[in-house]
């Protein structure tokens, strides 16, 4: 019996130790789990977690050019980036290998990002001589292609029924996806004197379309007709750089939009009546995260906000130029910036993780494949980098 | 009866409550070496394969470091060819502290080389060590070192596993030996080119096919090359080479 029970009581250590064990099993993944997390806040600028994979060149700059800048951002459709370049073609690079799968020549260069339509199965890329495109991702054929005035450097807003594209002509129109044709457009008079460069793409909400010009206005349109719904000034007491270049974008029930010489608004959808205001000075690009809007800003750099307009973080970034619309990707915001390259912040408190930098900038901002942990980006020299971020 | 009965089954109770851990742990005390064993195992196994994640993310950051150091090197600024004037105002300079500036594009080339060799020593020719190599070769050709370009590219292109980075290298492979003058090589480079191009996606066929025809037109072989030219344009009249082609059709066709 004694020997029974001590076998059963050894039985019982055993067993309870290979409990424990499992029980440590357990606490360690959790462990692990911290100690990754802690292991990227141990990447202090400027290495860590964005490790590169492969570079390929997109367009090839002679070195008699100083100072070459591409802007263009990439589309993903499978397992292809689709992006233009200012060498005035579209490519599909296969993202495993960096090996390019198709080009096709277009008339003008490309500036902006590519988009893609799920819907339609189709790539839209707008071109610096006004010409939007439909591509075939799989070919790289057009399915079609149509002139605008004015320069294309955003790719459209889609939506169910239309498409709905800004140019830098401070127009807006809406296009039929199935052949590219003109629905409708709206325009407003670009204002005498000195503008900032760039433009708003518009934004679809329901039943209107929500748009930004360089004379300070955010407008409300109908979807079907273009028709005026309101219009709302956010120049504030300034009467120059008044541009509305950030893209306006509904959340939370709220429209958020933002001018360069007024800030950023909070204003009701219906009505565009504002709501809140906060000084934001030099905003020019408005973007919307999982639980925050990030505002960026010539003076400010890149700021955090609540939707209630209350800055949660601000990172300066003095020497970065111009920034890029940044993305959220696990822990980190990834954008760029045109005169320091690729920026990697920590989302919750804004602290700068990582800044690769290989060629002389980046004006292009990242497309990012968050399932993927990747992303890729053009730099200023044409060369485009393959990046895997940790974490 | 009934109370026996009752007592009987919460006698039997606490059994069935300690029998899982009780069974466990004779099961398991009579394999006590064997479990030991394994418990040391996984726990060296888990050990091991965290270390070994960290080193790899360890050594893949510095790599991308590494790399970018000698994109940022063939990259740097040029020296201007002569000093400013005193009392000039600076130009706008975008001079990295961290990497130095050349006088001439011939020792930002070779400097750039020197990098990507010191990158090769440490972290190999595998992985990102290939998109060294590749840019290295690419820097060799422009240097003037084609034979040495030629070697890596056909290195490269001879344990290339994906189709489309072979077309590149193989292309390196080609337009090496013509620069070397070995115009044989370069075309026999070429018309393999051009059959590997045949036989994916095509998208680059009528760059090889179209290189194929200049090199046998420097051979003197006029008519071949003007077969090839026709040959492009049927099969790619779209092709972005069209001004090209017709121009050197024009020549060929004077000749």
Known sequence: MTGRLAHVHSGLVVGRLAGAFLGILLVSACSTATVRRESVERHDYPAGVAQMRWHTQIHAYPPSDPHPE???????????????????????????????VWSTAMTGGVDGEARYDHWRGQVYVGSDDGILYAVDPATGKFRWSNKFKGPIDHAPEIGEQ???????????????????????????????????????????????????????????????????LWSRSLAAASDQFVDVDASPTVWRGKLFAASFSGGLYGLRPSDGEVLWHASLDGTSGLTRGESNLYAVSARAGLVAVSTDGNVLWRQGLPDAGDLTAPVEVGPYLVFSGSREGLFVLERETGKLLQIFDPARGMCAGPTVDKEGKSLYVLANNGSLYALDLVW | ????????????????????????????????????????????????????????????????????????????????????????????????????????????????????????AQFGSEGLGRKALADKASRLLVLGNAAEAASIYGSLAANETDPGLRIVELEGVAVAREAEGKL???????????????????????????????????????????????????????????????????LLTEK
């Open chain 1, 70 to 100: 591409e802007c263009a951002t990439g589309a993903l459709v499978g397992s292809r980036l689709v992006l233009g370049s200012r060498g005035g073609s579209v490519v599909a690079v296969d993202i495993g290998s960096g090996a390019i």
């Open chain 1, 162 to 228: 239309s498409l709905f594209l800004a140019t830098a002509a401070d127009r807006v129109f809406a296009v039929d996806p199935a052949d590219g044709k003109m629905r409708w457009q709206y325009e407003r008079e670009t204002p005498e004197g000195f503008t900032i460069h760039g433009y708003a793409v518009p934004h679809q909400e329901g039943h209107a379309v929500f748009a930004g010009f360089s004379d300070g206005y955010v407008v409300a349109l109908q979807v079907d007709s273009g028709n005026l």
């Open chain 2, 1 to 120: 009866m009934a109370v026996a009965k009752a007592l009987e089954k919460e006698l039997k109770r606490p059994d069935e409550f300690v029998s899982f851990w009780t069974h466990l742990g004779e099961m398991l005390s009579k394999r006590r070496r064997g479990v030991i064993a394994l418990l040391i195992t996984a726990a060296v196994g888990i050990g091991a394969g965290w270390g070994l994640t960290a080193y790899r993310h360890g050594a893949a950051a510095k790599a991308t470091v590494a790399f970018e150091r000698i994109e940022r090197i063939a990259n740097a600024d040029l020296l201007p060819e002569k000093e400013p004037e005193k009392g000039a105002a600076k130009a706008e300079s975008t001079e990295d502290s961290d990497v130095p500036r050349f006088k001439t594009e011939k020792e930002r080339l070779e400097a750039a080389n020197k990098e990507a060799d010191a990158f090769l």
């Open chain 2, 184 to 250: 044989d090589d370069a075309l026999r480079a070429f018309t393999s080119l051009a059959d590997e191009c045949q036989r994916g996606s095509k998208f680059y066929l009528d760059h090889a096919l179209f290189s194929e025809a200049r090199v046998l037109d420097k051979q003197g072989k006029g008519k071949e090359a003007e077969k090839i030219l026709r040959e492009i344009l049927d099969k790619a009249p779209k092709t972005t080479l069209r001004s090209q082609i017709d121009d050197r059709l024009a």
